[in-house]
Each structure stands twice: as C-alpha cells, then as structure tokens.
C-alpha cells in the first residue's frame, strides 16, 4: 500500500503520505487552509480490484455528512501490467 494525497489552496499545500497498512501517516506544510476552494490530488496504490476503488472513493466524496461540496474533475482506476524491464543483470550484484 502507497497512498500520497496533495491539497493546494491559495498557494499553500499540504502533502500527507501512507506507507504501511498499519503505519504512520506522514505530514508536511499547510497547517490551515483560508481559501474556500481547494484542489485535492490522491494517488492510492492498493491491493484491491480498480472497480472497487473507485466506488469507495465516489462513495466518500458524495457523502453528504461532508460539510463541504466536491467535485470529482478526473478520476482513473486501473491495474497495471506485470512490468517489463528493458535491461537485466546476468548476475545477482
């Protein structure tokens, strides 16, 4: 599990990240936030079905217990392939 989410609002931002299932959520910058608009950018690398996902994270910005209103403006849900090296060490280093 990686998960790295990013808000900027009125040139302040705030960087949060999550390593470990269990681990510590990591914070740096923006304490608070004045504007009342705010752009959020989360990028969650998990172990569960891409369908899933996305109905988790639709599910949560439309909740209504939210006292704010979001918009999703673009939002992808895939399952790379298996990679692909273009070199390969002959031997263990």
Do not use: W
Request: aromatic share 6%; hydrophobic share 35%.
């Amino acid at each position: 599990m990686d998960t790295k989410l990013r808000i900027e609002s009125n040139g302040d931002e705030c960087l949060a990240n999550l390593t470990h299932l269990n681990g510590e959520i990591f914070v740096n910058g923006g304490s608070s936030f004045i504007d009342e608009k705010a752009d959020l950018i989360l990028n969650a690398r998990v172990q569960m079905p891409p369908e899933e996902l996305e109905e988790i994270v639709r599910a949560v910005f439309s909740c209504s217990d939210l006292s704010v209103s979001a918009e999703i403006k673009t939002l992808r849900c895939l399952m790379p392939g298996r990679p692909n090296p273009t070199y390969r060490y002959s031997c263990i280093i």
